[in-house]
């Protein structure tokens, strides 16, 4: 895949939730990481989102560049296609806890090397991202590109095969064929 003059990292998602901090403002958790790693490697820093005014506002003092993509049906898989890396910091809260893990497996599935908080969704997807790991992660997707692609790339393998809609349904027919077997549920 050819690269950018830059190493692209992305973050996308919602810019704030009415449940809990959590959002655009979760980039300052790693913002240390961040710029120890810009230092070293200089990267683009997109924000894939629905708010421009409040990606201005939210990051004026990260510490590092970052620039504007609106999020659409048209522009996230271009995007996503683009990025070397996918960041994914979590403040940790029951909302956030409670999170599926669908922006790490949309990230994995797409073959991105993926650095994220340890939520309980994500901890199974370990072997195939980096998880509370900023320092060394960022390390590797800057300066060891293609052994983190190689680990994002498994991640989507495993995921396609025990994560398939036919994986899925096959395991929720086993689940009921078992509780109909069941003495209590069988009268």
Same mark, same amino acid.
Request: glycine share 6%.
């Given at each position: 895949r050819p690269r950018a003059s830059q190493p692209v990292l992305l973050w996308f998602g919602n810019p704030v939730s009415a449940n809990a901090p959590s959002g655009l403002t979760d980039l300052y958790l790693i913002a240390d990481h961040l710029k120890a790693a810009f230092e070293r490697t200089p990267f683009q820093l997109v924000i894939c989102s629905s708010d421009p005014a409040r990606h201005a506002l939210e990051l004026a003092d990260l510490g590092v560049p970052s620039s504007f993509?609106?999020? *659409? +049906?048209?522009?996230f898989p271009r995007v996503m296609a683009a990025a070397d890396a996918v960041l994914i910091p979590a403040t940790r809260s029951p909302f956030t806890d409670a999170k599926s893990a669908n922006r790490?497996?949309? *990230?994995? +599935?797409?073959?991105?090397?993926t650095l994220a908080a340890s939520i309980p969704s994500y901890v199974e997807f370990s072997d195939y991202c980096y998880l509370?790991?900023?320092?060394?992660? +960022?390390?590797?997707? +800057?300066?060891?590109? $293609? *052994? $983190?692609?190689?680990? $994002?790339? $498994?991640?989507a393998a495993s995921i396609r095969s025990n994560w398939s809609d036919q994986? @899925?349904?096959?395991?929720? @027919?086993?689940?009921l064929e078992y509780l109909l077997r069941q003495p209590a549920l069988a009268n």
């Open positions: 993509v609106p999020w *659409s +049906l048209t522009t790490l497996t949309l *990230s994995l +599935l797409a073959g991105v090397p509370d790991d900023w320092e060394n992660g +960022l390390r590797q997707v +800057l300066e060891h590109p $293609a *052994s $983190a692609r190689a680990r $994002a790339e $498994a991640g994986r @899925v349904t096959q395991d929720w @027919v086993n689940a």
